[in-house]
């Protein structure tokens, strides 16, 4: 039995749960940029964790020198953890943080590019959810589930930049999460490649961060675009699908070709997509094939004693009205992709098509910069 994910309030603990690596210990992290919308989820979700705690905050200097309490304006469901609250929030200066172990960064994009290097440099294992580095060539962009065979990048990261045990792993844009991961379970059990993808996604406003999208422009609304959503759904796949270039520091990209319209709608979490694909292969691969592909395809073996890690990494549905995000959200704590109206499509433009679901500030952000920390722990990345 894999683990119960730690991730969400909602999400029921076994004793598998609290499982903790062969390396057992406790591990101290630092989350940067801890007021904002990412960094909350980072402290909502850690203070739960069975060996990371919280012992680093860092943001801007407007904040710095304040217990957290005041620094923050706190919109999660949950209270601020009382091991947190106290916590003097720092600048975000490696100084700052030696005695920390892991750098979490949730960090605004405006600034998070400089601050992650420094924070590498000075030899800190770095987890980010900014677009910064994504496409670096040394730098792996993993989501924990799909692809986490990528941070065997980290050796050649860290000879290239000279950064002793510190690297720099993101995890992607939090639309990406709900296309790719199908597809990579879809490749994998059919043992095809897919090629052409067509996607249209309806995006929950907490992927705008706070305070975010003004009500005046969501209500009665939907807004049609998404400023470099499509652009980073379409870039950031092809490396993420891709595969690690045998002895060298870069990627060989996947040659999928997508085509996106990103549109934010009224749901507060949850980003939804309809999905169209067409793969390399003849005859046209079924729905039920895909079905029986979406049921039987399990992660990396990396992940199994992470307890972050969801039983299953796809939760697939029959009802037609399934998924939705109010109900589906927080499956496997936030960290499954779920899948529903799998079927033909009848134009013959492409083989199939589907709904996905997934949590973008859990799977599609905070969640798996944890979960990718805890899978660099078990392989021995972090020491």
């Known amino acids: 039995m894999l683990p119960t994910p730690l991730l969400c309030p909602e999400a029921e603990c076994d004793s598998h749960a609290h499982r903790q690596p062969d390396n057992a210990k406790y591990w101290s992290c630092a989350i940067l940029g ?7 989820r980072f402290i909502d979700l850690l203070s739960r964790h069975p060996y990371f705690t919280i012992e680093g905050l860092g943001a801007s200097s407007r904040s ?12 999660q469901s949950s209270p601020i953890s009382s091991s947190v609250a106290d916590l003097v929030v720092q600048e975000c200066r490696p100084e700052n943080f030696k005695h920390c172990h892991i750098i979490f960064s949730g960090l605004d994009s405006s600034v998070a590019g400089d601050v992650e290097t420094a924070f590498t440099l000075a030899k800190f294992p770095v987890f980010s959810n900014a677009k910064n580095h994504r496409q670096d060539a040394n730098v792996p962009l993993v989501i924990p589930t ?11 990261q ?20 709900g296309v790719a991961v199908p597809i990579r379970a879809m490749e994998d059990m059919l043992k095809c490649k897919v090629a052409t993808v067509s ?12 305070p975010g999208v003004s009500c005046m422009d969501m209500l009665d609304n939907i807004v049609p675009f998404i400023s470099g959503e499509e652009d980073k759904l379409e870039d950031e796949a092809r490396k993420i699908l891709g595969a690690v270039k045998e002895g060298s520091d870069g990627f060989n990209e996947h040659r999928i070709r997508i085509s996106a319209a990103c549109n934010r709608v009224q749901v507060l979490d949850g980003h939804m997509a309809c999905v169209s694909l067409s793969f390399d292969r003849s005859p046209r691969v079924s729905p039920e094939e895909v079905k029986a592909a979406l049921r039987g395809w399990k992660y990396h073996s990396s992940l199994n004693s992470c307890p972050s890690a969801p039983r299953n990494p796809i939760i697939l549905f029959d009802e037609e009205n399934r998924p939705q995000p109010r109900l589906d959200r927080y499956q ?19 083989d199939i098509k589907f709904v996905s679901l997934s ?7 905070a969640g798996a910069s ?3 920390a805890e899978v660099a722990i078990s392989n021995g990345w972090i020491h």
């Open 146 to 156: 799909l692809n986490p065979e990528h941070m065997a990048l980290i050796p050649h």
């Open 34 to 40: 801890c007021t904002g919308s990412v960094g909350q």
């Open 332 to 350: 496997e704590g936030g960290m499954a992709v779920c899948v529903g109206r799998v079927r033909k499509d009848e134009t013959e433009h492409f």
């Open 370 to 372: 944890i979960l990718n």
């Open 64 to 75: 710095a020198g304040k217990p957290y309490r005041e620094a923050v304006h706190w919109v």
């Open 199 to 210: 996607v249209v996604t309806m995006q929950a406003i907490s992927g705008a961060g706070y």
């Open 359 to 365: 949590h973008n500030t859990v799977l599609g952000a």
């Open 158 to 177: 860290r000879e290239a930049l000279g950064c002793g045990k510190g690297f720099l792993v993101c995890n992607s844009n939090c639309a990406v999460v």
